[in-house]
């Protein structure tokens, strides 16, 4: 376990704004540090893009809802997501700065040109908190799935999927964003599984994830391998799936012919391709409970409650940057056709009736999904 000397709090030298509040927080344990603010707190929050659906529809709202419950409905949070762009994201950063943001939950498009920012936002007295993506520069702490086992679950599942894989069966390998330090994190942990076992006869990085540059590399992998050559397909997102999936299809693969094809992020079209089997898998990352602990952890932090931010990141990372890194690492499963009931909807991600519209009703039916 990562043991780390709780920083102590000199009340001098931190404003205290309780004048005419007097609340501490609700949830304050005796025997913590002196909490430094009250429940009034502003954190803002940097998403990296819209075109996956997981960051305006799971992970921010979860944030803003915990955030909302921990601190009597006083705390609010500013929100901005760059749609890819690290330029626009490092100007809506450097406006929370001004704004004097009480703390801040960075999900870095480029978590190399992002450091600068953080640097600022340290100067300023705003710590920042990585949130999924590793950020360069100095951050407080970090709270993420584990990110290898992402890749490995999925290279596992293709392989499986293979029944006896055999290492001249020729894979297409679609990986994410140069920018994203989880992309390699994917690659790395696929790769642990693939290798040896299969043969990977192209492999792509995508450039900001795009759905449509996934599309045309996999044109270009149809082209170079064959079109009746290709075994299976690890995709590094569901989104970029879905792209792949085009690509098959222009190419005259469709529904039962398609190779087993991988993906991650439990997406509704996704779960509905798994449903109707075009996609073979997805990985389930529990967005309740990553969103959750970052939004304890950044209210922790601001409160000055050292025990409990300590709880709530007891694993450790090491950036390109900095080293020891306090963190907390979420698991993650398969999601695949057996599942669906156990994960998304268990979770409350999705009901039964948002998969099993009209047009997937009878593959619902076929695999007991009601
Ligand atoms: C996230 C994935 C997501 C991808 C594209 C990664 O950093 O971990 O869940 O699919 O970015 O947004």
């Known amino acids: 376990m990562r043991r780390r000397i709780a920083m102590a709090v000199v009340a001098s030298t931190l404003s205290l704004p309780l004048a005419g509040c007097g609340m501490l927080s609700a949830t304050e344990d005796a025997g913590e540090a002196t909490p430094t603010k009250t429940t009034d707190i502003t954190v803002g929050v940097l998403m990296p893009e819209k075109t996956n659906t997981r960051y305006e529809e799971f992970d921010y709202p979860i944030i803003r809802d915990k955030i909302a419950s921990l601190t009597q409905n006083k705390g609010r949070t500013e ?194 391709r798994i449903v109707n089997g075009e996609q073979y898998m997805s990985v389930y990352k529990p967005y309740p409970q990553m969103a959750e602990a970052a939004a304890e952890m950044a209210v922790a932090k601001v409160q000055g409650r050292d025990i409990q931010f300590d709880a709530l990141t007891r694993d450790s990372v090491d950036s390109p940057t900095d080293k020891d890194i306090p963190a907390q690492l979420v698991p993650v499963v398969a999601l695949t056709k057996s599942n669906i009931e156990g994960t998304v909807v268990a979770d409350g991600i999705y009901k039964v009736s948002d998969i099993c519209t009209a047009k997937f009703e009878t593959d619902c039916k076929a695999i007991g999904l009601k």
């Open 79 to 272: 929100y901005a997501n760059a749609a890819s762009d690290p330029d626009t994201q490092v100007t809506q950063m450097e406006r929370m700065i001004d704004d004097k943001v009480d703390i801040i939950l960075l999900d870095a498009v480029d978590a190399h040109a992002i450091a600068g920012t953080v640097k600022k936002a340290k100067d300023a007295g705003i710590p920042v908190i990585a949130y999924d993506r590793l950020a360069e520069g100095p951050i407080d702490a970090y709270v993420s799935f584990d990110n290898e086992l992402v890749g490995q679950v999925q290279g596992r599942t293709l392989v499986e999927a293979l029944g006896a894989a055999d290492p001249s069966d020729k894979i297409v390998m679609m990986n994410g964003s140069p920018t994203d330090p989880n992309a390699k994190q994917f690659k790395d942990g696929a790769l642990s599984e693939l290798k040896d076992r299969v043969t990977i006869s192209a492999s792509y990085d995508t450039k900001a994830w795009s759905p449509e540059a996934a599309q045309a590399n996999m044109t270009e992998a149809i082209n170079k391998i064959g079109k009746n050559n290709i075994a299976g397909v690890y995709s590094a997102n569901d989104a970029m799936a879905g792209g792949i999936i085009k690509a098959l299809e222009a190419a005259g693969i469709s529904g039962g012919e398609l190779p087993p094809i991988t993906g991650q992020d439990a997406e509704l079209q996704a779960v509905q």
